[in-house]
């Protein structure tokens, strides 16, 4: 083994001391939910607010409002002409739609970071927001809701993104890498602990909340199951999406979250949707 390269039985414990201090202290590691995306989570919830309050809130954060252009106007939502004001683009693509997308930008800028470890944030990433997606036409296509449906499979991974963060600054101070298995292994055991810590402190709602900790074992979500199984298909559903070889009737429907939801019949009729899914991972 490399001399800056550590195993877990060389540093188990000063990276379960750091990792236990982040969840206990909370601290730089674990973020609060970026302001802007609290807000607009708010907004969500509130009967009362309207397009202009949401452009209003998104134009105060100039990063945010830029990148939500670029992406309004980009293929996968161009207008017959080029949107120039966040109105233009809240009409265009709906208050709700553009609540989804500045969300899920706010977060990406804050959370998915880790120097040293960008493949494993941009996976997460992208199978953040393809969740996102799948989520949304499964609520869809059962009369849920939908923006409920997007924000658990947008914010499923946000315990496993801190502890890809949190282990990232312990090398960084430590001056060490950590080998592949044990990272990968630490990620496994603390990501739901960083996923309560998180849900806690962001106060997401119940739902959301529910899905966000328990979207692995969604059995075990009590009265939010649904809400559970809902987010752990989506998942499966985006990560067929990257791998096309994943992406089959039969390798998706011995999945018990499907037959959970009734959707085992009904998913070739779901994977339809695949390219277009696959484009709006690729664009954000």
Known sequence: MNANVASRTDLTGPIQNALNAALREGGIEL?????????????AFDAKSDATDLAELIGRDPTLAGHLMRVA??????????????QQAVTWLGMQEVQNLAVALA????????PGHEKEVEDLWRESIGAAAWARLIAESRGQDADVAYLC???????????????SR????????????TFAVL?????????????????????????VTAWRTFETAGEFCEHAALTHASVQLATACMHPDLLNV???????????????????????????VRTFILQL
């Open 153 to 167: 499979g947008l914010l499923h991974a946000v315990g496993r993104a801190a502890v890809v963060r949190a282990l």
């Open 31 to 43: 973020l609060p939910m970026p302001q802007v995306a609290a807000r607009i989570v708010s907004l």
């Open 187 to 211: 990620l496994d055991e603390y990501e739901g602990d960083f996923a309560h810590r998180i849900s806690g402190d962001w106060r997401l709602p119940p739902q959301v909340a529910a899905a």
């Open 250 to 276: 039969d390798y998706l429907s011995s999945n018990p979250a499907f037959e959970r939801l009734g959707l085992t019949n009904g998913l070739g009729t779901l994977l339809t949707h695949a390219e277009s």
């Open 73 to 86: 106007n980009s293929a996968l939502y161009r207008a017959r002409t080029p949107l120039s004001s966040l």
């Open 107 to 114: 977060i990406r800028g804050q959370v998915f970071t880790a």
């Open 170 to 181: 312990f090398e960084s101070a430590s001056r060490t890498r950590l080998d592949g298995h």
